[in-house]
T-cell receptor, first 106, second 115 residues
Framework: GQSLEQPSEVTAVEGAIVQINCTYQ??????LSWYQQHDGGAPTFLSY????GLEETGRFSSFLSRSDSYGYLLLQELQMKDSASYFC???????FGQGTTLQVKP | GAVVSQHPSRVICKSGTSVKIECRSL??????MFWYRQFPKQSLMLMAT?????????EQGVEKDKFLINHASLTLSTLTVTSAHPEDSSFYIC???????????FGPGTRLTVL
């Protein structure tokens, strides 16, 4: 089948670093995208990996290993406003993982 | 960046009525738009691909006669939920990009409540 697996919840404190993992099983893989969704809002694009390696965008970075069918989103210098749900997505298939709820505590 | 709008943001209707949701790309032309449904605390589920000038492509399990999609122009797609029932209550979100493999820009979503 085609699916993406990610942890359901992650908790961290302000200023810390957190990594949200995503493993996938899918055919016709184009790349892995990451989206942030605050409660009641729409998803917003964070990052995209088509090739192996690390993509850095400010405090957010994303990593992909195609050979391991694995990727992660890395959030640094956590802020309270980062509390949200984070989804990995198979770019092209438009299949989303179940989402990881990140709670940032003071 | 690309901006996608949706209208209405929230709608409450009686069971059996039809509801139309509009999705507009404000600063770019989108030959393809996508419609999703999201239940509380769940992920986004792709419902259909809206193609300008042609019929929509529906995902498996989505009733095309119940969820009517029209892509009248390069900037507008509409989703009509026909004969809505309480189980259709959900958060409906559209997205647009240059294609399926492109970064998706999401509209703000429409929360539908069917009484």
């Amino acid at each position: 089948g085609q699916s993406l697996e990610q942890p359901s919840e992650v908790t961290a404190v302000e200023g810390a670093i957190v990594q949200i993992n995503c493993t996938y099983q899918t055919s016709g893989f184009y790349g892995l995208s990451w989206y942030q969704q605050h409660d009641g809002g729409a998803p917003t694009f964070l990052s995209y990996n088509a090739l192996d390696g690390l993509e850095e965008t400010g405090r957010f970075s994303s990593f992909l290993s195609r050979s391991d069918s694995y990727g992660y989103l890395l959030l640094q210098e956590l802020q309270m406003k980062d509390s949200a749900s984070y989804f990995c997505s198979h770019t092209g298939k438009l299949i989303f993982g179940q989402g990881t709820t990140l709670q940032v505590k003071p | 960046g690309a901006v996608v709008s949706q209208h209405p943001s929230r709608v409450i209707c009686k069971s059996g009525t039809s509801v139309k949701i509009e999705c507009r790309s404000l600063d770019f032309q989108a030959t393809t738009m996508f419609w999703y449904r999201q239940f509380p605390k769940q992920s986004l589920m792709l419902m259909a691909t809206s193609n300008e000038g042609s019929k929509a492509t529906y995902e498996q399990g989505v009733e095309k006669d119940k969820f009517l999609i029209n892509h009248a122009s390069l900037t507008l797609s509409t989703l009509t939920v026909t004969s809505a029932h309480p189980e259709d209550s959900s958060f409906y979100i559209c997205s647009a990009g240059l294609g399926r493999s492109d970064t998706q820009y999401f509209g703000p979503g429409t929360r539908l409540t069917v009484l």
